[in-house]
């Protein structure tokens, strides 16, 4: 190791300068790229004069973050507190040892920088001019105490640069840093589920629905790291054998850092809250120089009272109320900002200007004191391609969105990456090695998002990484299933868009019990008013029950029985999923929330997270309810109800002893309704596919797809109460915890289940989850600065 240079810094990183020759630091850059050698070169003569805090200052010599005079947000002072001191990266474990350092050094990046050191050179060069990293020779670096380094690595992307990003995580630097940030700043993670439910709540009256896009340019390099902690956040540059190693340190927050992303989208949040704070005061602004630029690529009709929306093809929810004033609102996804709103060309400008505005006030525009490396906050590049132009289509975190057809759809490369991942697995392929798979599975979740039916479909996939030999998964029969079902979903993604309100809950169109025995299944529904049914002309509740062959019930584990293959809860699983459809054929249930409420946990938590790592029976039933609902475009809700409060489902699944007629006096005698049940059995062909499951056996999708009975004619729905919020389809319920319940005396209660109280039934749920909230305006109380 050459060691020709050294830099006397005390283990405090003195701001003292050291009396160390400049000229020495020559030959550490033979061998280096020019321009990159250049940059090292100058930095190390400056840390030498200068010593280090002041050569940090020196080379961030202006803040991104503007001073925010006149803001009134609760993370202002943390704001300022970040543009002053830079964010801290605090540690809860001793310094590195040299030892611990050096052999860190020596492993190295990983892999993949060897494969892009010319694009990692050319990057670094440009982050080093822009005052955003430095890279330093280990020798003028050894002797700081609190010095820390970690890989670095690159992720080619389709159609663009590769990006390049640290792993954090490997020497457990990641692990190790104390969460220094404001809570509850990453509100990202249901930006989509809000952009959907504020399109499908928008009341077309106040015609189309425009959407833009901002980015901000740089993102995390936008604030400054605390100098006195950026040794912790070293980084191993690429170098070749025999050459001087190299430190990069970030001067801003790096990607790959945990702390980056909280203390970045505490700036995005506040500039989110500042603009929606003005568009729902109407304070008024002037046009900003940027809304000039992008406003000719406006796509937006002149007069959108004198165009309305194209009639749906499906009549909206009647529980949707209707809209006092046009839409406006903004959101954002970490650096990306999204805003949604209604109006003329005037009013959208508007919109568009206040958000320009509320970037300015926390991240300064550029001014004639600026070098011309510093890029504008708002990226002007993709704002000239129209991405911050109005359009009633745009593509929204790797979406397509149509506003005016309500959908949601992959965009061509999502979808011919879809394509290009089933046909690189055979259909008789046997084995697939471990990474390939998770990127597999990684890739399907992230399709699957918006894609309804998918969820039930990775049981089996998820399964394949339990039961692998070595660096080698195994691909069974029923890993071959799933895949047919997503070349199945593949393959009809053109004929059948998925419609935004699939999507997002809304009130319960109906709300049903049901249950299941060793005998058999049944459950009862109340529609509410308003859902059209195919085979009455009024809203009846519905009745069923099933009862299981024999080979099935002999099947179900029991104490004289403790070999059998079927358990208690795979059949109350296998009933609700008949449940559902005894539903969705005598109703009209596309895009409408329906409840469905079970006495077992193990099923609910099955029917919520739509998985389970299993070969069993669970998996073949999931698979089933996912393309039940893909076929039928429902809203699936599901929540518990205690067993002594489900007394009506608890007969239905019980009472084989009486026969049909029997069975229906019984129930009209005993839970009396305004109007009487009306018996109806499973479809047959459903029947076969559940029997099969608990046989572990799959069963042909498309003998599912019976034709649907007409539609009654009714009369207009009943008023419904104002709408109120259920739960994202796609939160994380494996999270879901539990909570202790009391049966109250008035939990079953007949008059709650009349068609006419069942929208306000979701007030009387004990257990939720998942729960959609809105943007929070409180997030920034809980900051301590």
């Known amino acids: 190791m050459n060691t020709t240079t050294t830099l006397p810094l005390p283990p405090n990183l003195s701001t003292t300068a050291s009396s160390t020759s400049h000229a ?14 250049k940059c090292i070169a100058r930095d190390v003569a400056l840390l030498k004069k200068l010593g280090w805090k002041r050569f940090v200052a020196a080379r961030r010599p202006r803040k991104d973050l503007a001073d925010m005079h006149g803001i009134n947000h609760p993370a202002k002072r943390l704001l300022l507190s970040y543009k002053n001191h830079g964010v801290p990266a605090k540690v809860t474990t001793p310094p590195w040892s040299h030892e611990r350092i050096r052999q860190a050094i020596a492993r190295g990046p990983h892999r993949s920088c060897r494969e892009h050191t010319n694009f990692l ?23 700081w105490i609190h010095l820390r380094v970690s890989p670095p690595g690159v992720v080619p992307q389709a159609d663009r640069r590769p990006r390049w990003i640290v792993d954090y995580s490997f020497y457990g630097i990641n692990e190790e840093t104390l969460p220094l940030f404001a809570e509850g700043s990453m509100q990202f ?74 203390a970045f989208t505490t700036a995005t949040e506040t500039i989110a ?30 007069d959108p009272s004198g165009t309305p929306s194209p009639p749906p093809t499906i009549a909206p929810d009647p529980s949707i109320p209707p809209q006092p004033k046009p839409l406006a609102e903004v959101d954002v996804y970490v650096d990306d900002f999204i805003a949604i709103a209604q109006g003329d060309c005037s009013r959208l400008r508007q919109v568009r200007s206040t958000l320009l505005h509320s970037i300015d006030t926390v991240f300064r525009p550029n001014d004639e004191h600026d070098p011309q490396t510093r890029a504008e906050p708002v990226s002007l590049k993709k704002l ?124 319960p169109s109906a709300l049903g019990h049901h249950d299941a025995s060793g005998v058999g299944a049944g459950g009862v529904w109340f529609p509410a008013q308003g859902l059209q049914p195919r085979t009455k002309p009024d809203p009846m509740p519905l009745l069923w029950r099933f009862r299981w062959p024999q080979d099935i019930a002999s099947r179900l584990v029991t104490e004289k029985n403790p070999h059998g293959t079927i358990s208690i809860s795979d059949l109350e699983l296998a009933g609700g999923l008949l449940h559902l459809d005894v539903l969705s054929q005598h109703y009209a249930v596309p895009e409408r929330t329906i409840l469905s409420k079970t006495d077992n946990l193990a099923t609910l938590y099955w029917q919520r997270k739509g998985s389970t790592t299993s070969d069993k029976v669970p998996p073949h039933l999931l698979r089933l309810f996912g393309i039940h609902q893909r076929l039928h475009r429902y809203v699936p809700r599901h929540d ?41 059995t499973p479809r047959p062909s ?100």
């Open 273 to 302: 809250d500042i603009a929606n704070d003005c568009l729902r005061r109407n304070y008024p602004v002037t046009t900003h120089l940027l809304d000039e630029r992008a406003m000719p690529l406006d796509c937006v009709v002149e």
């Open 640 to 680: 518990y109800i205690p067993g002594d409060s489900n007394p009506l489902a608890d007969d239905a699944s019980r009472l084989f002893d009486l026969n049909d007629t029997d069975f229906l006096t019984h129930f009209n005698h005993t839970y009396p309704q305004q109007h009487s049940y009306h018996y109806v």
């Open 121 to 143: 050179t050319e990057e670094f060069v440009s982050m080093i001019q822009k005052g955003q990293w430095i890279i330093l020779p280990y020798s003028a670096v050894k002797d």
């Open 24 to 37: 020495a630091a020559a030959p550490i850059m033979s061998g280096l790229p020019k321009e990159l050698g």
């Open 384 to 507: 000239d391609r129209g991405d911050a132009s109005w359009n009633t289509q745009h593509t929204i975190l790797g979406w397509n969105i149509d506003t005016t057809a309500r959908t949601i759809t992959l965009t061509p490369r999502r979808r011919g990456r879809l394509a290009e991942i089933l046909d690189s697995i055979l259909p008789h392929q046997k084995r697939i090695g471990v990474t390939r798979w998770h990127k597999v599975l990684g890739e399907l979740r992230s399709m699957s998002i918006a894609l309804p039916g998918c969820r039930g479909l990775f049981s089996f996939l998820q399964k394949a990484l339990q039961t692998r030999h070595g660096h080698r998964v195994t691909l069974t029969r029923d890993v071959h299933q799933a895949l047919r079902d997503f070349r199945w979903i593949l393959n009809n993604l053109s004929e059948r868009p998925t419609r935004i309100a699939e999507l997002v809950p809304l009130l």
């Open 686 to 785: 459903l029947i076969s596919a559940v029997i099969l499951a608990l046989h572990r056996k799959p069963y042909n999708v498309e003998l599912l797809q019976d034709e649907m009975p007409a539609l009654t004619p009714t009369g207009a729905p009943g008023a419904v109460s104002q709408v109120s919020w259920a739960s994202t389809p796609f939160s994380k319920p494996s999270r879901t915890k539990y909570k202790s319940y009391k049966s109250s005396s008035s939990e079953f209660a007949m008059e709650h289940l009349q068609s006419t109280a069942i929208p306000s039934s979701l007030e009387r749920l004990k257990i939720t989850y998942g729960a959609l909230d809105k943007r929070s305006p409180c997030w920034a109380t809980r900051i301590h600065a």
């Open 189 to 262: 993670g249901h930006t989509l589920d809000r952009i959907l439910r504020h399109i499908l709540l928008s009341d077309p009256s106040h015609g189309p629905v425009y959407l833009l896009k901002i980015d901000l340019s740089d993102g995390f390099y936008r604030i400054d790291t605390n100098p006195d902690d950026i040794p912790r956040l070293g980084v191993v540059f690429p170098t070749d054998e025999g050459q001087e190693p190299l430190i990069a340190f970030p001067l801003v927050l790096p990607m790959g850092w945990k702390n980056s992303p909280p």
